[in-house]
């Protein structure tokens, strides 16, 4: 008997049809046909229309990680084998994470419909669930970087003017990041459903050290790409970095959105909306780079 | 570990890596192997002329510019008329 290997493409399937299911499936919440007068025709019309960006963008980033996947199969004992084996799972995580939130939380949803104090725990979950992806799928990506820039010679170390400006805009991001999070918090009740000193501690803490990480990740991978020999190898690569350069900013910024939308509620929902197929699009645009240069790199290998 | 090595072989890596970067090393060794059927380390400068042809077509895979492809061969032309020593020590 022919076992089937389920390949990341195939786990994308799998969990986008079980993403689908349940989110058409699920008896929509009374509260929110209420709030928006809409009927359940309507609001499946609507969740099915929401989920066809997300559905490219988890398809994006399962495309991005299955060739990182194949690429470092290549490499096997050479010294970027065990960097590229670090992006791969970085990616494996960024991929897996990208979706299982969605599952869990309309999961959670079930449980909430028959018990209304269970909605806080169920957002809190999955908040949680989303901040250890990122958490996790940057710092694995950053330590690839690092075993990245450590097996070349020629890469000299950063300077004090990159040093600066890297600083300078990792301390405006977490300057606007902790005073958008702490006003929506005192404006409304919070996304993250938090008091303030949890919210300090275990959100805008981990989320600020994960964004450090993942920009470290993006210096060292344009690092790498200045610095490393070969004409053609820079090209493909270049692909490869403004890629993930593209994917940590979307990143960060969709997380941005997310814990800042509680202030936004005087925004028309259009701005809101278009503000996050922006941000979409920039995700889609960078995993899409990341695929290619990780292919034109492939092609390297298999002449 | 020192081992006496090829020292066309680590020529002709020097000069791919120019062009393929860290992937210099795989490529060579991958030409020998599958066109030559030889141990990439014990390759001569008349295995190099051999090698040119079809480093020509796979390197043309990889880029559309010719000039490139070009300098590539010639280089390679220039290290498989070259005086070499025949032997170093490398780590």
């Known amino acids: ?231 053609l190898y820079k090209k493909a690569f270049f692909g490869l970095s403004v890629g993930l350069l593209l994917t940590v900013i979307a990143s960060i910024a969709m997380e941005f959105i997310t814990s800042t939308i509680g202030a936004r509620k005087d925004e028309p929902l259009g701005f809101v909306v278009l503000v996050l197929y922006i941000i979409i699009a920039i995700f889609l645009a960078g995993l899409g780079m990341m695929a290619l240069g990780t292919k034109k790199l492939k092609k390297i290998e298999e002449v | 570990m020192v081992e006496k090595q090829n020292n066309i072989y680590w020529r002709l890596v020097d000069i791919t890596s120019h062009y393929l970067g860290p992937a210099a090393e795989r490529f060579i060794d991958r030409q020998v192997q599958n066109h030559l059927n030889k141990d990439p380390k014990k390759i001569t400068q008349k295995d190099v002329e051999k090698l040119m042809d079809w480093i020509r077509g796979a390197v043309s895979l990889l880029t559309d510019n010719e000039n490139l492809v070009e300098d590539y061969i010639g280089e390679l032309k220039k290290l498989s008329k070259d005086k070499i020593s025949r032997g170093t020590d490398r780590k």
């Open chain 1, 1 to 231: 008997m022919s076992v089937v290997k389920l390949t990341p493409m195939r786990w994308f399937v799998i969990l986008l049809l079980i993403a689908t299911v349940l989110a058409l499936a699920l008896p929509p919440d009374p509260a929110t046909l209420k709030l928006y007068h809409i009927s359940t025709t309507t609001y499946r019309v609507i969740i099915a229309l929401l989920l066809i960006p997300e559905a490219l963008l988890w398809y994006a980033c399962f495309f991005a990680y299955s060739k990182l996947l194949e690429y470092s199969r290549y490499l096997g004992g050479s010294k970027e084998h065990r960097a590229f084996k670090k992006i791969t799972l970085g990616m494996g995580v960024l991929a897996y994470g990208l979706i299982l939130p969605t599952i869990v939380s309309l999961l959670l949803s079930i449980l909430s419909h028959h018990s209304e104090s269970f909605k806080p725990s169920a957002t809190i979950i999955t908040n949680y669930i989303s901040l250890l992806v990122v958490l996790i799928s940057f710092s694995v990506l950053r330590g690839g970087t690092q075993i990245l820039i450590e097996s070349s010679r020629s890469i000299k170390r950063p300077s004090l003017r990159g040093l600066r400006m890297f600083a300078l805009l990792f301390t405006v991001l977490a300057v606007f990041f902790t005073y958008a999070t702490i006003h929506t918090h005192h404006l409304s009740n919070n996304a993250y459903r938090l008091s303030l000193v949890p919210l300090m501690l275990t959100i805008i803490i981990p989320y600020l050290y994960a964004w450090f990480e993942g920009l470290v990740c993006v210096y060292n991978f344009r690092l790498y790409s200045i610095y490393v020999k070969g004409v």
